[in-house]
């Protein structure tokens, strides 16, 4: 049973800094791209980033470049998203997804529908 497990949510005040961690189970961790998505009350879930299986090719939303930055171990089949300079508009659940991604060593989907496993999410408030 394939299991993705986000931590490290909470509440921070805008400025402020969170990691957040996606520990997968089930699976060959390798084998799959890792994807950051978040979703606020009353709008459509978004995508905020991704990493390749390598960990060598990353891709961000326009909102987020340049204040947070994925990461993964594949040794420890996890994966991270660090969240610096938080503004309260990044208040939302955070959820992590995985994509398949054997011999695609540049596969970094936006798109949720090319993810295969998702994890339940965690709660990232931002207060102003």
């Known amino acids: 049973q394939v299991q993705l497990v986000e931590s490290g949510g909470g509440l921070v005040q805008a400025g402020g800094s969170l990691r957040l961690s996606c520990a997968a189970s089930?699976?060959?961790?390798?084998?799959?791209?890792l994807g950051w998505f978040r979703q606020a009350p009353g709008k459509e879930r978004e995508f905020v980033a991704a990493?390749?299986?390598?960990?060598?090719?990353?891709d961000y939303a326009n909102s987020v470049e340049g204040r947070f930055t994925a990461s993964r171990d594949n040794a420890k089949n996890t994966a991270y998203l660090q969240m610096n300079s938080l503004k309260p508009e990044d208040t939302a659940v955070y959820s992590c997804a995985a994509a398949g991604a054997v011999g695609r060593s540049y596969y970094t989907p936006r798109r949720g529908a090319e993810y295969n496993y998702w994890g339940q999410g965690t709660q990232v408030t931002v207060s102003s």
């Open positions: 089930g699976l060959t961790f390798r084998n799959y791209a």
């Open positions: 990493i390749s299986w390598t960990g060598g090719h990353t």
